[in-house]
């Protein structure tokens, strides 16, 4: 049931957003910030960490730290992994790939996710990116790999894309990746010349 601050507060994050749209069409044009589009698991992440953070609030609970219940703990590390994973694949489309720097139209944007990943690290949490990580011989460590993939060019087991980050809260998993490891092509033996 949708309570009536619910209501305001959904009223109070729409009409920011329209009104920030519409300040942009007072500059000219090459001055205009183009409007990002945040992920929808993304956006439910944070509304379900802001109405955490409230509920914690009226009953008295100051932070993640001071929660004796071990089951709210784990809710509450999942959901910073659903923001840290929300904010991986923001910074993923923002970040030109080749150079791994922000994109020019993207630059004053990434300054704010840059931001908020900031505060992440700050509080403990790590979001790693897998592409390009070597498999070691003895197999898979600590990753869910979702397919295995024939490439060119390599000798050995590598990650070749990343789907979903591992995410660490103070060197402890809390969230394990999933990733697409290229595997070395298979050339076939030349066959024997039959005589």
């Known amino acids: 049931m949708t309570t009536g601050k619910d209501m305001k507060s959904m009223w109070h994050s729409r ?52 929660h004796s219940d071990d089951a709210a703990r784990r809710d509450e590390y999942r959901l910073f992994a659903e923001i840290g994973t929300g904010l991986w694949r923001l910074k993923r489309r923002m970040v030109h790939p080749q150079t791994g720097r922000p994109q020019e139209e993207m630059k004053r944007a990434f300054r704010h996710l840059e931001s908020v990943w900031d505060t992440l690290v700050q509080a403990g949490f790590e979001i790693r990116d897998h592409t390009g990580d070597t498999m070691p011989e003895g197999g898979i460590y600590g990753l869910k790999v979702i397919a295995f993939q024939p490439a060119a060019g390599i000798s050995r087991d590598v990650v070749i894309e990343t789907v979903k980050p591992s995410v660490f809260r103070m060197n402890k998993m809390i969230q394990m990746g999933e990733v697409i490891v290229g595997t070395p092509e298979i050339t076939p033996a030349p066959q024997k010349a039959k005589d």
């Open 15 to 66: 009409s920011g957003a329209f009104s920030a749209e519409l300040r942009q069409l007072y500059h000219p044009k090459e001055f205009q910030i183009p409007t990002v589009e945040w992920p929808a698991d993304l956006i439910g992440a944070m509304e379900r960490l802001s109405r955490g953070m409230l509920d914690s609030q009226s009953k008295g609970i100051q932070g993640v730290e001071n």
